[in-house]
């Protein structure tokens, strides 16, 4: 239940940084731009700005009007604005996908965490085959898992200080270091040799790539960027404070999490047109294999420059796959502490060892356990295929329409007007999308994923 003395955030700024932290992570520079590699640079990127406005910005300010009315975790939020009924379900259904999504997340956090340490070590300047690299590093039987519980560890860190001296202070860190190194990367990648290909690419849109399958993928990534439906930002908003703006911060958050993906693009896409035979659809391998190929083979007449930008690219994956396991980790957390009574530090002990316990077993399904398949998929395929297939964009399209149907259109009035002191003149288009254009799409993209 809703508890008044539950914390909050302890400014403006720190509530923006931490709930962009939450959206920010692994989607934004790995799949965003394997994203616009596969589906034809430019026009892609305007499809999904699109996306991003009348989907994700809507959907995004729902779940924080959920969370900051209830004032509870996302496992009860729902329970405490609509008692007695089964909308419970989309909050706990929530903290599932967030649990889950975190044990195989991970794994592939661990993953960014070595590549950081192959930089730093020099490897990225060595003449070596990278497809080999990869794929002995994640078939490891020790490796995979020893680094995925290190990550799970540091989240656990931030996790047990708290919402204002944790997820805060680190998010204040974290989000301008990792801006800050995206903008250096930039520049960097702009002045390599053959790079204006590749803005090329990014900026020159082609509409005849556009197609229903295009649209369709810039819904889900524009979702799945977001943080939407994983109760992260519900989670979040409850710690808010009764004079945030939440389309201010919605839209904040939006903004950040579109500029990281689209500077991404910016690092990504320049230095790999800048070296000769190399693809911009290398699809998830793009980050992991063509990347150090670029590393080795843009850079070797400078060496140095080579090995200074592939560890601030690696630093920087690893600083946004942190902001988002910590998200992910606070939804959980925060339902154990709050609906079982427990302390915080041990509701945190128990999710860290629950998350570490079943990334284990996805970790080791790229090599000793990969013939342990159900449904023809591996333990780790299986639980992205229900998070991101199944249970996200139904958790998305419900909150969608519990905002837009079944919640008192006082309580939603009075949310994102803050009592009645801001003036929203789009508030009719805001209950529209919700209504209509929300629940449609993501039922587009939910029957899309099932029939890939």
């Not at 794929?135 to 799970?152: A, L, R, T």
């Not at 002045?191 to 990014?202: D, W």
Request: hydrophobic residues 55%.
């Amino acid at each position: 239940m809703s508890d008044s003395r539950r914390a909050n955030f302890g400014s403006k700024i720190g509530i923006i940084l931490a709930s962009a932290g939450s959206a920010v992570g692994l989607g934004n520079i790995w799949r965003f731009p394997c994203q616009v590699g596969e589906n034809g640079g430019a026009a892609f990127i305007l499809v999904y700005l699109c996306c991003i406005v009348l989907l994700g910005i809507p959907v995004m300010v729902s779940e924080f009007l959920i969370g900051r009315r209830s004032h509870a975790n996302t496992g009860s939020a729902y329970e405490v604005l609509s008692p007695g009924t089964q909308w419970k379900w989309i909050g706990i259904f929530g903290v599932i996908s967030s649990f889950l999504i975190l044990s195989y997340y991970a794994v592939v956090a661990g993953w960014t965490l070595e590549y950081m340490i192959a930089s730093a070590a020099g490897m990225f300047s060595k003449n070596q085959d990278f497809t080999l690299f990869f794929n002995n590093f994640v078939s490891d039987p020790v490796k995979p898992v020893m680094y995925m519980v290190i990550f799970m560890l540091l989240t656990h860190f931030i996790i047990v200080k708290g919402v204002k001296d944790g997820i805060e202070k680190f998010s204040k860190v974290m989000m301008p270091l990792l801006l800050l190194i995206i903008c250096v990367l930039v520049v960097c990648s702009f002045s390599m040799p053959g790079s204006i290909e590749g803005l090329r690419f990014l900026l020159k849109p082609d509409f005849s790539k556009v197609t229903s399958k295009v649209i369709l993928d810039a819904m889900g990534q524009a979702f799945f960027s977001m943080s939407i439906g994983m109760g992260c930002l519900c989670t979040y908003a409850s710690y808010f404070t009764k004079d945030a703006n939440l389309f201010k911060t919605a839209g904040s958050v939006a903004l950040i999490d579109t500029l990281v993906a689209v500077m991404a693009g910016f690092i990504i896409f320049p230095a790999v047109f800048s070296v000769p035979g190399l693809s911009a659809n290398a699809g998830p391998g793009l980050v992991f294999v063509t990347l150090p190929n670029v590393f080795q083979l843009a850079f070797h007449s400078v060496p140095w420059l080579g090995y200074l930008f592939s560890l601030m690219f690696y630093i920087l994956l690893v600083l946004a796959a942190l902001t988002s396991t910590i998200s992910l980790h606070e939804v959980t957390t925060a339902f154990l502490h709050e609906k079982f009574n427990m302390s915080r530090r041990k509701a945190a002990c128990c999710m860290t060892a629950i998350c570490i316990f079943l990334g284990t077993f996805c970790a080791l399904s790229f090599g000793m356990l990969g013939s342990w398949k159900l449904f023809g998929m591996t333990i780790f395929d299986l639980f992205d295929f229900v998070t991101a297939k199944l249970f996200l964009p139904l958790c998305g399209m419900f909150i969608a329409i519990f905002t837009g149907w079944y919640l008192d259109k006082k309580i939603v009035r009075d949310e994102v007007t803050n009592g009645g002191r801001l003036h929203i003149g789009f508030y009719g288009l805001f209950i529209f999308l919700l209504k209509f254009v929300a629940p449609i799409c993501i039922g587009s993209i939910f029957i899309n994923e099932l029939l890939k």
